[in-house]
């Protein structure tokens, strides 16, 4: 199986422009979560699902919306990109049965200038 | 409060012992992480200790926790050149969710 996948690898935005962010998995995990990293920095929660059709906000939610229609699927999506959001984003799923592991995707790298 | 912190910077000489700290504020913390993360790539879990332990071994990595003075470490034995990377502690914090320190830099030097 292909873990956590994300597309695009890289983006430029220009300020107030959209984009979603896709994140997949095929482990049929329960757990999925939103990270950005900043440069330097640790990774903060953005938003995180326990199921599908459940989410909940993370530490930095402002600016982003989620939604979780299937098991597979975590899209991010931001509205009126802002150069505060660039970033590098990461995806994240985790089981329920093994809750001490969580499996990254290899990030979004976005740029908003 | 939650907050994970840890140095940002060390050197080391390949063979030599590495060892990276890092000090967490939830004392109702159950499990602590220490994840790799390799130059334009994602995290990679390298281990984890339950808070009643005091110390966990696996292969060439030691972890020490000190849970009345909330310091977490990472040692790793015989320091390769693959292990220059960034590391991060994480504690789990309530509805399962994840709080990371800032990183430290892992450098080998030859």
């Known amino acids: 199986n292909a873990g956590v996948t994300q597309t695009p690898k890289f983006r430029i935005l220009k300020i107030g422009q959209s984009m979603t962010l896709q994140c997949t998995q095929d482990?049929?995990?329960?757990?999925m979560y939103w990270y950005r990293q900043d440069p330097g920095m640790g990774l903060k929660l953005i938003y995180y699902?326990?199921?599908?059709?459940?989410?909940d906000k993370g530490e930095v939610p402002n600016g982003y919306n989620v939604s979780r229609s299937t098991t597979e699927d975590f899209p991010l999506r931001l509205e009126l990109a802002a150069p505060s959001q660039t970033s590098v984003y990461f995806c994240?799923?985790?089981?329920?049965?093994?809750?001490?592991?969580?499996?990254f995707g290899p990030g979004t790298r976005l740029t908003v200038t | 409060g939650e907050d994970v912190e840890q140095s940002l910077f060390l050197s080391v000489r390949e063979g030599d012992s590495s060892v990276i700290n890092c000090t967490y504020t939830?004392?109702?913390?159950?499990?602590l992480y220490w994840y790799k993360q390799e130059p334009g790539a994602g995290l990679q879990l390298l281990t984890y200790?339950?808070?009643?332990?005091d110390m966990k071994q696996d292969q060439r990595l030691t972890v020490l926790l000190n849970k009345k003075d909330k310091h977490l470490s990472l040692r790793i034995a015989d320091t390769q050149t693959g292990d220059s990377a960034i590391y991060f502690c994480a504690e789990r914090t309530a509805g399962n969710k994840l709080t990371f320190g800032g990183g430290t830099r892992v450098l080998v030097k030859p």
């Open positions: 699902s326990v199921g599908a059709g459940i989410t």
């Open positions: 994240a799923s985790g089981s329920r049965d093994r809750v001490n592991e969580q499996y």
């Open positions: 482990m049929n995990h329960n757990y």
């Open positions: 200790i339950f808070s009643n332990m």
């Open positions: 939830d004392s109702s913390s159950t499990y």
